[in-house]
């Protein structure tokens, strides 16, 4: 809704009212508060009693003990600054007990300051290449501590995988693990490097975390590497420096607002029973999109946090409503995160709808510990952002064409069905993996193209891992059985390795087992050194050191099955001349 008086509204939660007789004199004496700060029998028939005082303009009973109380303030009073609008607000009330800001409405001259996002929910989808009919996809490079070169591997890998967006872990900001400009001009690079060879629309968001006098001068930088967005904190940095962010022409990228510190604007709101702070859909809905937010991620329900599912959709609620606003502002992405996994996104999308920006960290990047590649992959398939959606409609499309006829007009008869041979890569059922060829490759390079099928659809070879120091050489990786929504407890893998190969030196808490498929090779574990052929199998105990080669003398490549835990721990990268843990 927007006024036309010239005024702006808010309404307050009210608890422990004794009487509506009660309820109505805390309002009076929050208007009071929120305006003068002075008793009323100092303003009384005064100008500023008449003007600039707070006008209670209703309160009524919502529960036991509890009232709405509907304040209206004259616009001049906020100074046509974000900051003291919502000092008005909330200011000094913000200290008292048992009372909490539930909503805001706005006059049409405040909503002309501050019209919202730039981009919002099609801007975004237009900008990534996204359809209209699933979510968004969104992970977050880390943990704090990793190089910039490692990172921007990382966000390559992702990007290839296909996330929409990576953005920075919030906690990224300008350590020396991985300095800002650095992390931004490797990261920005990377993603550009996977969006060339894909053809896809990723966008890089780094955080911009910063001192009040860089904050500027770190987004233009972003701006200037080819970032695709912002990662802000409004808790920290402030809801102006977002909002004057969101308003830069020079600037025109998508914000995306975090919620770090933001749960001192709830006042413990959180807690069952507790009247205080901001509700959660004006804190994490309504501010950030007047303050020009195209995305606002917020804590979902059964994740680390304690926001309960109501909670939750009120603050989606916010951040699509056409009503509680001005209609010319436009929605922005509800991004549910804080702990969420792969297997809840089905739950999310039934509970919200499909205008989500879904964001998963660590159950992405724990997916497929060596290549993160494999985790985008099966989180966009989880969002039905995969070809499974792609088969689908061609097959709604084919169902629905004409039926051949015999030439004359009438209707072939139809064949008798016949059960299909083929099933989907994707998915917990049976499966048949063919092998194309396992015909090993001469003169020292590795095959271009998968060896490996399921049904009508090549299984893809990525990476061997994802790591900056490429402890490794001329190997690469297919993941066949564990990582597409298979329940088993182990994974299989199809590894291959050129002449003068190896996979890396190191050590890890699970076992495994390696069967030679093609060629010829060596493993080392521990002092051991055992050549290996096709109808070999070679078992790795747990912490034992251990490499498979393939020796450059060798003119064929090496290739082999690898069988793992599902559950496993990290590899631990051994100096093979030190024998000591590389750090």
């Known amino acids: 809704m927007v006024r036309t008086d010239g005024r702006f509204a808010v309404t307050y939660l009210l608890a422990n009212c004794a009487s509506l007789e009660d309820a109505q004199r805390r309002a009076k004496d929050i208007a009071l508060e929120q305006t003068v700060e002075l008793p009323a029998a100092l303003v009384e028939d005064t100008w ?12 009524k009973p919502k529960s036991d003990g509890l009232f709405l109380a509907n304040i209206s303030y004259d616009d001049d009073t906020a100074g046509d600054e974000l900051t003291q ?5 909330f200011g000094n009330t913000s200290i008292y007990p048992g009372v909490q800001v539930t909503d805001v409405e706005l006059s049409s001259r405040l909503h002309s300051l501050y019209p919202g996002p730039k981009f919002g929910i099609d801007g975004l989808r237009e900008l990534c290449g996204a359809p209209n009919n699933a979510p968004l996809v969104m992970t977050a490079l880390k943990p704090m501590g990793t190089s910039a070169a490692d990172l921007a591997h990382m966000a390559y ?20 693990y991985a300095p800002y400009e650095e992390r931004v001009k490797l990261c920005s690079a990377a993603v550009a490097r996977a969006n060339a060879e894909t053809g896809k629309k990723c966008i890089y968001a780094p955080c911009v975390n910063a001192p009040a006098h860089l904050v500027h001068s770190r987004a233009m930088f972003a701006k200037q590497q080819g970032a695709g967005a912002l990662l802000v904190l409004p808790g920290i940095c402030g809801f102006d420096a977002m909002r004057a962010l969101a308003a830069d022409s020079s600037l025109n990228l998508p914000i995306l607002c975090h919620p770090a510190m933001l749960g001192l604007g709830l006042g413990g709101s959180s807690t069952p029973g507790c009247v205080h702070g901001f509700s959660h859909e004006v804190l994490f809905g309504i501010l950030p999109r007047l303050c020009g937010a195209d995305a606002c991620i917020f804590p979902n329900y059964g994740g680390r ?8 959709q009120a603050i989606c609620d916010a951040c699509w409503s056409t009503s509680r606003l001005a209609p010319t502002t436009k929605p922005c992405l509800p991004s549910p995160g804080g702990g969420m996994t792969l297997e809840r996104i089905g739950e999310m999308r039934e509970v ?25 992959r099966y989180f966009m398939k989880c969002a039905g952002r995969g070809d499974d959606d792609q088969r689908e409609q061609k097959g709604k499309e084919k169902a629905t064409a004409p039926a051949p006829d015999d030439g004359d007009g009438n209707p072939r008869p139809a064949k008798a069905a016949r059960p299909t041979r083929f099933t989907p890569l994707e ?10 060829d396992l015909t090993p490759t001469a003169g020292g390079e590795l095959p271009t193209e998968s060896r490996w099928m399921c049904g009508k659809e090549p299984v893809p070879t990525s990476a061997y891992k994802q790591d900056a120091k490429q402890t490794w050489s001329k190997i690469n990786r297919t993941e066949l059985i564990g990582m597409r929504g298979e329940s088993t407890h182990f994974h299989v893998r199809y590894f291959e390795i050129a002449p003068g190969g190896h996979s890396t030196f190191e050590h890890h808490v699970h076992e495994h087992v390696v069967i030679p498929l093609s060629g010829k090779g060596e493993a080392q574990v521990l002092g051991r050194m055992w050549d290996m052929k096709v ?33 496993r721990d990290r590899p631990v990268t051994v100096d093979p001349n030190t024998k000591t843990v590389c750090g």
């Open 535 to 567: 109808g070999d199998v070679c078992y790795v105990a747990p912490r034992e050191i251990h490499q498979f080669r393939n020796p450059a003398e060798n003119t064929e490549s090496f290739g082999f099955l690898c069988i793992v835990n599902s559950n």
């Open 305 to 312: 946090f304690g926001f309960t599912k109501d909670e939750c």
């Open 48 to 59: 500023c009693g008449a003007n600039v005082v707070g006008k209670v303009e209703g309160v």
């Open 427 to 436: 998915g917990n059922h049976g499966k048949l993996f063919t092998c194309t």
């Open 85 to 89: 609008l919502i000092n008005v607000i």
């Open 157 to 176: 890998r992702l990007a290839v995988g296909g996330c929409d967006i990576i953005k920075d872990d919030h906690g990224l900001a300008n350590q020396k």
């Open 352 to 376: 919200f709808g499909n205008d989500l920006l879904l964001l998963i960290g660590g159950s992405l990047l724990g997916h497929d510990r060596d290549d993160v590649a494999n985790g985008a």
